[in-house]
């Protein structure tokens, strides 16, 4: 029903800042709660934030909370992650997933998510 493609990975040196982006397809971009998610070598995916349907409320895993931020405009169909003070530890492939459940509650698990983007590199130096 929906389609995410993400764009805006790269390498980038610690200490440094990055944009990553997912576009959504469709006209009902604005009832889906977006996630961002992560999965390093050899890792299991883990959650990374999330942003109601009217991106009013944020939430984020401890490990990135006051570095990394969402965004979304659903009149572009586009919702964002601006990653700064980024760690070594912060690469990952980065996922963006939509969950279309009709009550807007703060999703934090894999399996509550409809949609999956195909992921995007980011690679942290030091």
Known sequence: QVQLVESGGGLVQAGGSLRLSCAASGRTFSRYIMGWFRQAPGKEREFVGTITKSG???????SVKGRFTISRDNAKNTVYLQMNSLKPEDT????????????????TRGY????????TQ???SS
């Not at 509550?112 to 992921?119: F, I, M, S, T």
């Open 56 to 62: 009013n409320i944020t939430y984020y895993v401890d």
């Open 92 to 107: 990952a492939v980065y996922y963006c997933a939509a969950d279309s459940s009709v009550v807007s509650t703060i999703s």
């Open 112 to 119: 509550e998510y409809d949609y999956w983007g195909q992921g």
């Open 122 to 124: 980011v690679t942290v």
